[in-house]
């Protein structure tokens, strides 16, 4: 079983539609969650960074993390054809003060926002 | 603002060639890495320098070295090329300390015949 598991898609939505994207992850020491969003040909870029449960909200953009179940989502509202891209999931476990804290990669999600 | 840089772009190689991928960021970030992306397996990490002067292993190490030149610059090299190392090669950089976020370069393209 993978650490990180994320539904490769690929997922098409018309233009305005509320998109969500979700992983499923299996380390109960993940305290740390990044969301990368990745256009074609190019390098992932952080979109959001979270700690712990709860939501986190920056535009239109709204990350939220179940420590319980072990599930973290992203949710797009309004979402625009430049939304259209591949979006990882990454956790992290703390690592400590002075130490590198590793990232565990989902496979990405493929969204496509039509206009 | 050049963040993370990655040469080259794409290079073909055939089997049992050598070659050596550059990355140099600007940001002053003490910690780098270099993951490969294929199909259906994500970013997998190759190799990491949490700073000036260390390296350590990432998840699938085997067939590569590195070199962290400077604070700057952090190579990676395949000494004798294979097709399953056949991928898209990416950079990253990061401050130093726990969790800090990775920035991503974008990406070297590399097809070994």
């Known amino acids: 079983q993978k650490e990180v598991e994320q539904d490769p898609g690929p997922l098409s939505v018309p233009e305005g539609a509320i998109v969500s994207l979700n992983c499923t992850y299996s380390?109960?020491?993940?305290?740390?969650f990044m969301w990368y969003r990745q256009y074609s040909r190019k390098g992932p870029e952080l979109l959001m960074y979270?700690?712990?449960?709860g939501n986190k909200e920056d535009g239109r953009f709204t990350a939220q993390v179940d420590k319980s179940s072990k599930y973290i989502s992203l949710f797009i509202r309004d979402s625009q054809p430049s939304d259209s891209a591949t979006y990882l999931c990454?956790?992290?476990?703390?690592?400590?003060?002075?130490?590198?804290?590793?990232?565990?990669f989902g496979q990405g999600t493929i969204l496509t926002v039509h206009p | 603002n050049a963040g993370v840089t990655q040469t080259p772009k794409f290079q073909v190689l055939k089997t049992g060639q050598s070659m050596t991928l550059q990355c140099a960021q600007d940001?002053?970030?003490?910690?780098m890495y270099w993951y490969r992306q294929d199909p259906g397996m994500g970013l997998r990490l190759i190799y990491y320098?949490?700073?000036?002067?260390?390296?350590d292993k990432g998840e699938v190490p085997n067939g590569y070295n590195v070199s962290r030149l400077n604070k700057r610059e952090f190579s990676l090299r395949l000494e004798s090329a294979a097709p399953s190392q056949t991928s898209v090669y990416f950079c990253?950089?990061?401050?130093?300390?726990?969790?800090?976020?990775?920035?991503f370069g974008d990406g070297t393209r590399l097809s070994i015949l």
């Open positions: 990253a950089s990061s401050e130093f300390g726990s969790n800090q976020p990775q920035h």
């Open positions: 380390n109960s020491a993940f305290q740390y």
């Open positions: 979270t700690y712990s449960s």
């Open positions: 990454a956790p992290s476990p703390y690592a400590g003060g002075t130490s590198y804290g590793k990232l565990t």
């Open positions: 940001m002053n970030h003490n910690s």
């Open positions: 320098s949490a700073s000036e002067g260390t390296t």
